[in-house]
């Protein structure tokens, strides 16, 4: 509910990161990639314009994949987040329903490469910023590769307060990419290396309120046993 007396209103918007992806177990394999993030969108909005009442759908972070010894999987996308004038049909997020979007990071593959970074919230995915709303959109970061050694590290604030998941160590019993502090931001140490099926988990990602900030998960560390670990999950959107 818009505040009474409000005459404007500031949003900023997030999409959901995209989750990691595992690779196939076994000999020579290279480890899977991280998730991309969340895109961001700023909007200014003239309240005289607007209904009393709008709606956030938050998009989710990718789902995780399960770890296993069957086929990699890839890691799924994060949702987009979406400011609405009323409630979507469905909980759906269609063009027409929108005022102001920002899209959710691609998941990471099975082996090697990274999840793409959010693409820029466009006109043409919500028609009603085109009348209600002044907005400026950036787009998500790619998450780090994955390697047949040591994943690679994510770095903070190298363009968003935000960032992909770290990649995947692999076979060769790789590291995982860590996540690379910067600022105010401190490390998060990918997973260690480890034969069978004792690799280590990268550690979990987090997320600042002042100033807002969110830094993905590092990748998991390289195993040459014949059980793959877990994906990482992405963060919600917000």
Known sequence: ??????NMLYVMLVGGGGAGGRPTPGAATAGGGGGGSGGVTHGIL???????QLYVHVGRGGVGTAGG???????????????????????????????????????????TTAGAAAAVFALTAGIWAGSLASWVAYAGRIGATGSATNGTASTALATLPLTGGGGGGGSSNGTGGNQTGAGVFVTVSGGASGAGANAGNGGHGYELKQ???????????GTNGSTGQSGGTGGNGA
């Open 69 to 111: 010894t069957g086929a990699g999987t890839a890691g799924t996308a994060g949702g987009a987040t979406g400011l609405m004038p009323y409630a979507a049909p469905s909980g759906t997020i269609a063009a027409a329903n929108v005022i102001l979007l920002a899209n959710g990071g691609g998941g990471g593959a099975v082996a």
């Open 211 to 221: 100033p807002f900030g969110a830094v993905g998960g590092a990748g998991g560390g």
């Open 1 to 6: 509910t818009i505040p009474r007396n409000a």
């Open 46 to 52: 003239l309240t005289n314009a607007l209904p009393k």
